[in-house]
């Protein structure tokens, strides 16, 4: 991104830290539609481990916070936060986020490194305004949850607010779930979603071991005995056995959705929207071959690497459009469909703030031409498990009644028993809720096409 000429970077800008710096610069990206994985590659490659750690730790953070955050600066700014510059509004809110969330961090640095940000990025008019707000919040910071509670701890604009999602949003998950279980599933959505890996080539005790003789937390998840989570913040390739291949990092949601898929013994498997390649790992342990299909031959690379790292021989890496492609037949198809990803906010902290309501019908809509086309690659008795890391019906549910509608040659088959946890079935469909089941959020249905159409 070229940053337009009234907010380059003057000269005293060396006098900031460089995190702050790259902080600034990681919310520009994502304003401007940027991810906030490969924003925080791109900006803090220069950086130290130490002073990457803490701007992960600033820019994550915030974008938890941002809707209390923004809540406490509109009060305080005249006309409101939607009257402010949309970079100032943003470096503002990483002051707050300082002053309020990280203890490690004095007030007056908080203050006086932002203030001088937006100096160089705004000119003195605007570091004078930032300088009273912030100066304004930390004085008042004793009362400042009064304020949000005055909202009404029964109602929407409450827990949308305290717990920092789109209004509209929350309202959506009242009206299905209830108030109790939305302010629940938005606790659950601002925790740290930490790695859990997969052991590959060895048990998972084998794997905890060297885990502990390097002093890393691990924890235990209890749907899924052979993930290892990690209990705290790690840089994975560091990690023991992770040069050797005897991991990959998988939520235990995904596992469960290759577990739900019951793809017999030998099968020959096509994975579109395959990368990173997770969910074609995973089935490769009992596939006789799987192909890992996906339109990005640069998301496709990601997939190699951990093939080759992980030295898997029967999965094959393919170039291939979903929607249009032709396929070879196979014993199962695995649509992982693109979506809006609303399971996995613990995660991906700016994809909640990036969502609008026509996404929901935008993503439906290219399931559906992606379900079509795959339901033409699975042999008569075959399986097509359609999966999503979505928790909204436009998505789900509604998906499966649309498809079994339009495909009568195809009927939904729940697992065999056992294969997972009876907790996430329902109705033969696999649900896994993240304030109910310590993980991202995870949808999949299970479809038999007829021996005979």
């Known amino acids: 991104m070229v940053a337009p000429p009234a907010r380059r970077f003057s000269p005293r800008a060396v006098e900031i830290t460089p995190s702050r710096i790259a902080a600034g610069a990681i919310l520009a990206e994502i304003r401007d539609g940027r991810l906030l994985d490969q924003a925080l590659d791109q900006h803090t490659g220069a950086l130290d481990p130490r002073d990457k750690r803490w701007t992960r730790e600033l820019v994550s953070g915030l974008l938890r916070e941002r809707g209390r955050v923004d809540a406490w600066i509109g009060a305080r700014a005249t006309g409101g936060i939607a009257r402010l510059d949309v970079d100032l509004v943003d470096l503002l809110r990483l002051g707050v986020y300082q002053l309020l969330f990280m203890d490690s961090v004095p007030a007056y640095a908080a203050i006086g490194q932002m203030v001088e940000l937006v100096k160089t990025r705004h000119g003195i008019g605007a570091s004078k305004l930032a300088n009273a707000i912030l100066r304004r919040i930390d004085r008042e910071r004793d009362s400042l949850h009064d304020e949000i509670d005055a909202l009404g701890t029964d109602t929407a604009d409450y ?47 084998a794997l905890r071991t060297a885990l502990r003789e390097a002093n890393l937390p691990y924890d235990h998840h209890p749907l899924d005995p052979e993930c290892v ?81 992980l030295r898997v021989t029967n999965v094959q890496p393919m170039v291939a459009d979903a929607i249009t492609a032709t396929f070879e037949a196979a014993d199962a198809v695995l649509v992982d469909a693109p979506c809006t990803g609303t ?51 436009e998505e ?37 809720l993240p304030h109910l089941h310590a993980s991202d959020g995870a949808f999949a249905a299970r479809f038999r096409r007829r021996e005979i159409d």
């Open 159 to 205: 827990l949308a607010t305290r717990y920092s999602h789109p209004a509209w949003l929350v309202a959506r998950y009242i009206e299905r779930l209830g108030h109790d279980a939305t302010r629940d599933l938005l606790i659950a959505n601002n925790s740290e979603a930490f790695p859990s890996l997969r052991p590959w080539g060895v048990d998972a005790e």
């Open 229 to 309: 989570p990690l209990s705290g913040s790690a840089s994975v390739p560091s990690l023991p056995w992770f040069e050797e291949g005897r991991f990959f990092v998988q939520d235990p949601a995904a596992t469960l959705v290759t577990r739900y898929a019951a793809v017999p013994t030998g099968s020959r498997v096509l994975d579109l929207c395959a990368a990173p390649g997770g969910k074609a790992i995973e089935l490769s342990r009992t596939a006789s071959q799987v192909i890992a299909a996906d339109r990005s031959a640069a998301r496709l690379e990601r997939v190699k690497e951990n093939l080759a790292r």
């Open 343 to 393: 399971g996995t906010f613990r995660r991906h902290p700016d994809a909640r703030w990036r969502l609008r309501i026509s996404d929901l019908h935008v993503s439906a809509a290219l399931q559906r031409d992606i379900l079509t086309n795959a339901a033409r690659a699975v042999s008569p008795g075959g399986l097509l498990i359609y999966s999503t890391c979505s928790l909204e019906p």
């Open 396 to 432: 789900n549910d509604e998906q499966v009644t649309w498809f079994l509608d339009s495909h009568p040659e195809f009927v939904l088959e729940a697992p065999p028993v056992g294969v997972v946890p009876e907790s996430v079935i329902s109705e033969g469909l696999l649900k896994v």
